[in-house]
């Protein structure tokens, strides 16, 4: 085990060049993910999560590119820019980058694998469980003929299918929603990959299946040491299954902190009002649901671009970007000037409105 | 019609793919008749090829009629339907008579059948292949690929396939297998076109993102995950172009340009009949009838699977 973390995000951006303009759908993020931990990637639907994920595996579709930053894993390059050495402004690729083929046969399956969001679609109709997943496990693990089926098999098991040696044969139609899971944690536990990222994989599952495939991966990840970014937008599976957490909104990484300390001390007025909107246990009263909805990434607020539905937001709010900075003792970071009292005007300038989102929820419309 | 309904619903949830679209294939009485005209055209084809090229007619020269040579003093015969039989004799020996230089008109469109459907389903099936391949990989692509995969489909779709298939065969030569080649050219564009539409929406499809994401090849993921799962439209009009192929095949032996005499086939039947259209209309009809009946048997076949296929009308 070595110091250096498993993957290495520094600065990401990735844009879709439409013919509205540029959506800025990653801006600049960075994060790390150590060996043997769950990072949490939360944030509503358009704060750029799946896109995130997708740069990562250098899978973003046309016409949207990864523009600038630096995904290292496992000490190989998978995305590095330099800066502008023949002129033009934009940077350019580096050369130690893995080549697309590269990226295919050693990161794709390999060593990074991906649990996808819709366990219903996302295992093709027209082949059995087993075909597929022997597929996936031939690829990545250099297995053949019947120890590719025995190694199919084993990995069934392990996931909680009964009895794997029939169920092999089945379509996946014949599976419900929480086996078709298990059969997708299957898939991408099958190729023993150092890294698996779960993109929102038990959004359309029920609240007890859901349960069940959260223990499962708990189960496994003990079992076979694997690192896990969990992306999703349910607080409740963050602070069951993570170690640390990123939220991200518009693009962004605005808080990023261990999981106790986002749940009980949350630094950013938006995470706090994240955590106001669900239920909690030890809270009585009223929800207070999040008003407002992201603004497009096409063309973001100036300065924080959570000051239009921000409870907090002042005037200087619409001027300064807050940085990502560390704000307390533990390894807690936050995005917001109110914590940067010395350098911003913040305190001193005037609230926005004390019904600071309202207000927002009229410009927008 | 409820019974048959509570069959292909039940069957639908313990079978999958191909026995369940056969079982409503069966379940439909239309395309049924389809089934049943088709079983019997490609049987009389197969029988055809055996006989007529494996054996050079042994079979049809020694217990029937030759449909390739007359025998000496064979008169033309008009059949006994509707019509009085005005040269006498024979009428029973040949139930749909003779034709102009008297071989039996029933053994001529049996042995004729081989053409139709040999190069009908040969033709149809290659350019079926070729058509969903080039398809396939213009649709994953996009871009480039698929602006020059689809204008030079566009290409061959701008060129009457009458004139191309003449120039063809008059280029390479007046040869069944040219013929066949011939006509799954002009196929080609058909599927191409067909299933790049749907695989511009399949690619789309998770399981596509999930083989990327697992690393599997290009080619795999188009070979495995791609085309399987854009076929259906490709069956259906496979089925249907097979009937239009044959009457392609015809219309080519009518002008003269397929199997050339004195091989049987239906469409060089008509051909001959021309001249004799007035006075002996059966040398017409009869050819004609087998083409009709062929090819509403592929179009019976093609809706029925066209209905398998459809979800909207799976209760």
Known sequence: ?365 | MSDSDDDSASTQTSQSGLADITTQLRGNSTSRWGLYIIAVVITVAIWAFIDGVLLGYHFAETYWYSPVTAEPGARSLLPPVGITNEFGTGVWAHPLGTDHRGRDILARLVYGTRIAIQIGIVATGLGAVVGTIVGAVSGYYGGWVDDLLQRLVETFYAIPFIVLMIAIMSTFGRNLWIAIVGVSVITTPVFARLIRSEVLSVREEEYIEAAKAAGVRDRNIIRRHVIPNSLAPVLVQATLQVGVNILIVAALSFLGFGAQPPTPSWGAMLAQSRTYMLPNPWFSFWPGLAILVTVIGFNLIGDGLRDAFDPRLDD
């Open chain 1, 1 to 365: 085990m070595s110091d250096t973390p498993l993957l290495k995000v520094e600065n990401l951006k990735t844009q879709f060049f439409t013919d509205a303009g540029t959506v800025r759908a990653v801006d600049g993020i960075s994060f790390t993910v150590e060996r043997g931990e769950t990072l949490g990637l939360v944030g509503e639907s358009g704060a750029g999560k799946s896109v995130a994920v997708q740069s990562i595996l250098r899978l973003v579709d046309s016409p949207g590119r990864i523009v600038d930053g630096e995904i290292t894993f496992d000490g190989k390059t998978i995305v590095g820019f330099d800066e502008d050495t023949d002129g033009t402004e934009r940077p350019v690729e580096r050369d130690g980058m893995l080549s697309n083929s590269e990226m295919r046969s050693q990161i794709r399956g390999n060593e990074i694998a991906l649990i996808f969001q819709d366990p219903m679609e996302s295992l093709n109709p027209v082949f059995t469980v087993g075909q597929q997943l022997c597929e996936f496990i031939e690829i990545n693990r250099g297995l053949s003929g019947k120890a590719v089926r025995e190694r199919a098999i084993e990995i069934l098991r392990e996931v909680g299918i009964p009895q794997p040696d029939e169920r092999f044969d089945d379509y996946p139609h014949q599976f419900s929603g929480g086996m078709r899971q298990r059969v997708l944690i299957a898939m991408a536990l099958g190729c023993e990959p150092k890294l698996i990222i779960a993109d929102e994989p038990t959004t359309a599952l029920d609240v007890t299946v859901e349960g069940q495939i959260l223990d499962l991966v708990y189960d496994l990840q003990e079992d076979y040491d694997t690192s896990f970014l969990w992306v999703t937008h349910d607080m409740g599976i963050v602070a069951e299954i993570c170690d640390r957490v990123n939220v991200m909104y518009l693009g962004e990484i605005i808080e990023r902190a261990g999981v106790d300390d986002l749940f009980y001390d949350p630094q950013h007025p938006y995470t706090q009002a994240l955590l106001n909107s669900i239920p909690r246990p030890n809270q009585a009263g009223e929800l207070q649901p999040l008003k407002g909805s992201m603004p497009e990434a096409i063309d973001p607020p100036s300065g924080c671009r959570f000051h239009d539905r921000c409870p907090d937001a002042r005037e200087a709010c619409t001027r300064t970007h807050p940085d990502l900075r560390r704000v307390t003792d533990d390894e807690q970071w936050a995005a917001c000037i109110k914590h940067e009292t010395f350098e911003t005007d913040y305190e001193t300038s005037r609230r926005l409105s004390p019904e600071g989102i309202s207000v927002a929820g009229e410009n927008s419309e």
